[in-house]
């Protein structure tokens, strides 16, 4: 064999090496990068979706703050609301279709109040932290059961301030969390506060604190 035929031997078995070796690096590489893509992939779904479910209970939440959606026939206002409700619902399922999700308003009297949501006074007296086991407490809102964000349930009424909260979970894109110990659901939680209109006077609570005691 000449030297020039064995150098030109020389040059194929080294390219065949290197295309080896990129094989072999590509195949190391290749799962790391699809499980960053997919694992941004699930991110930026995740930030769209709180961004989408932010500004629809933004715009829920001032439908219902409206003075239909808080008039003095119950039933009327009730029902209005569970329409507000599945407009919330129709527009989260359809992002992610097997969502499930929880809505809930919770009022005060003032945006102060709104804002500290301290729980109702009671004593503790057996020292873990909620009101039960017969402690008493002062039932400043006066719907005869202790709350531990000193809310009370519902839209409330005129003036009133309504935490209006939607919850949502469903399962993520791309499970990867379970690979790492984490949880392969997703959670997402959307509030905002806003005023009830004015429509009539606002309600009063006598300033007589009642006694109760917790179940």
Request: proline share 4%; aromatic share 6%.
């Amino acid at each position: 064999m000449t030297r020039q035929a064995t150098f030109r031997s020389e040059l194929c078995s080294m390219a065949q090496e290197r295309r080896g070796a990129a094989a072999v690096e590509f195949a190391i590489i290749a799962p790391v990068l699809a499980l960053l893509l997919l694992g941004a992939f699930d991110t930026a779904h995740t930030l769209y979706m709180r961004g989408v479910l932010q500004g629809v209970v933004q715009k829920t939440a001032r439908d219902s703050a409206l003075e239909s959606a808080t008039s003095s026939d119950p039933v009327a206002a009730a029902a209005l609301q569970d329409t507000i409700d599945d407009k919330v619902r129709a527009q989260v399922h359809a992002l992610a279709s097997n969502a499930a999700i929880t809505i809930t308003r919770r009022y005060y009297r003032t945006f102060s109040d709104a804002a500290a949501a301290q729980a109702e006074k009671y004593t503790d007296t057996n020292k873990d932290g909620t009101c039960d086991a017969g402690e008493p407490y002062e039932d400043a809102n006066h719907n005869l059961r202790w709350d531990a964000d000193g809310a009370d349930d519902g839209q409330g009424g005129a003036k009133d301030r309504t935490l209006y909260t939607v919850a949502v979970s469903y399962p993520r894109l791309f499970p990867l969390n379970g690979l790492i110990g984490g949880s392969n659901v997703t959670r997402l939680t959307a509030q905002t506060v806003l005023q009830n209109q004015p429509y009539t006077d606002q309600g009063s609570y006598s300033s007589t604190l009642i006694p109760q005691n917790c179940p």
